[in-house]
């Protein structure tokens, strides 16, 4: 059974940055699904960012396109999630979700096998 785990949240003023990261473990191939979600206060679940860490394209949520940032660092074995000009939109708590394989047809939508038990983000205006 894979187990993503995060970290690196907090509570941080608006305008202000947070790096997120995610290390899964027992995942059944080399290259995988791994992405971000969020769930903010009496808010449904929503894909923030997603990628393939076989490489090509990222997926990002239209909300935070050009402020936050996914990548994967090969050599950490992490997936991170780089945040930027945060807002109190922003204010969730952030899961990193994985599959086994590819993205499917939809990344960004709260279908994943595996999930972490997610990491708290605070912004404050």
């Known amino acids: 059974q894979a187990q993503p785990v995060e970290s690196g949240g907090g509570s941080v003023q608006a305008g202000g940055s947070l790096t997120l990261s995610c290390r899964v473990s027992?995942?059944?191939?080399?290259?995988?699904?791994i992405g971000w979600f969020r769930q903010g206060p009496e808010k449904e679940r929503e894909g923030v960012a997603v990628?393939?860490?076989?490489?090509?394209?990222?997926y990002y949520h239209d909300s935070v396109k050009g402020r936050f940032t996914i990548s994967h660092d090969k050599s950490e074995g992490t997936v991170n999630l780089q945040m930027t000009n945060l807002t109190s939109e922003d204010t969730a708590v952030y899961y990193c979700?994985?599959?086994?394989?590819?993205?499917?047809?939809?990344?960004?939508?709260?279908?994943?096998?595996?999930w972490g038990q997610g990491t708290q983000v605070t912004v404050s205006s």
């Open positions: 990628l393939y860490t076989g490489g090509g394209r990222l």
């Open positions: 979700a994985a599959n086994d394989g590819g993205c499917g047809w939809n990344p960004l939508s709260p279908q994943y096998n595996y």
């Open positions: 027992g995942l059944r191939y080399t290259t995988n699904c």
